[in-house]
């Protein structure tokens, strides 16, 4: 069974320019999910979707950060335009339908984003 | 509100050596305990859960976590590590569909 995968592994932009990530969760899971570490600080969550819908999205920033999920499928997250404070790793997760609440969540192995 | 506090950011210790991570959390509810491990340029991958049961539970590569609800607090352990347990390690907790984190402890393992 093919884990989370996220692209690309690595990005390097300038400051105010746009940048897109993605992620490809574990086929058949309801949930995904959005989290961010910037560097040696806890890794904090950003959104949760179920499906195509937005579940929570009180982690996100502010309105330069936009998620999406086509389809209930795969998801993007797009910053737009970028500062130098998005710097970090940003990981994808997912999780199984399960009655009262997930069990576990499993990860890719993240994007790290460096603004310049 | 939901906090998880990893006290010890870096831990170096010998090979074949006992180690324990420390992991305390504030919960005013009853969560589910996790621990992650994160090998250089990978994903998180989950070595050991407890969401209910036994308060001592085993996990992969030969460790073991302790719940204990007095002290809140899941410390990690291992009786002795490898060289290829050098990693980044967290905890976290759940609550309904999200996770806390700490802020990750850095294992060394020293030949």
């Known amino acids: 069974e093919a884990g989370v995968t996220q692209f690309p592994s690595h990005s390097v932009i300038e400051k105010g320019q746009t940048v897109t990530l993605r992620c490809d969760p574990i086929?058949?899971?309801?949930?995904l999910y959005w989290y961010r570490r910037v560097m040696g600080k806890e890794i904090k969550f950003l959104l949760h979707?179920?499906?195509?819908?937005?579940?929570?999205e009180s982690g996100m920033p502010n309105n330069r950060f936009l998620a999406e999920r086509t389809g209930g499928t795969y998801s993007t997250l797009k910053v737009q335009p970028a500062e130098l404070e998005d710097s970090g790793v940003y990981f994808c997760?997912?999780?199984?339908?399960?009655?009262?609440?997930?069990?576990?969540?499993?990860f890719g192995p993240g994007t790290r984003l460096t603004v310049l | 509100a939901q906090s998880v506090t990893q006290l010890d950011s870096q831990v170096p210790v010998f090979e074949e050596a006992p180690v324990e991570l420390r992991c305390n959390y504030s919960?005013?509810?009853?969560?589910?305990l996790f621990w992650y491990v994160q090998y250089p340029n990978q994903g998180l991958q989950l070595l050991l859960k407890?969401?209910?049961?036994?308060?001592l539970v085993k996990g992969i590569n030969g460790f073991e976590a302790e719940f204990n609800k007095s002290q809140t607090s899941f410390h990690l352990r291992k009786p002795s590590v490898h060289i290829s347990d050098t990693a980044e390690y967290f905890c976290?907790?759940?609550?309904?569909?999200?996770?806390?984190f700490g802020t990750g402890t850095s294992l060394t393992v020293i030949p």
């Open positions: 997760a997912s999780s199984p339908k399960v009655a009262g609440g997930p069990r576990e969540q499993f």
């Open positions: 086929s058949g899971h309801d949930n």
């Open positions: 979707f179920v499906k195509e819908s937005k579940q929570d």
């Open positions: 919960s005013s509810v009853s969560v589910y």
């Open positions: 407890y969401l209910s049961g036994s308060t």
């Open positions: 976290a907790v759940s609550f309904g569909n999200q996770f806390y």
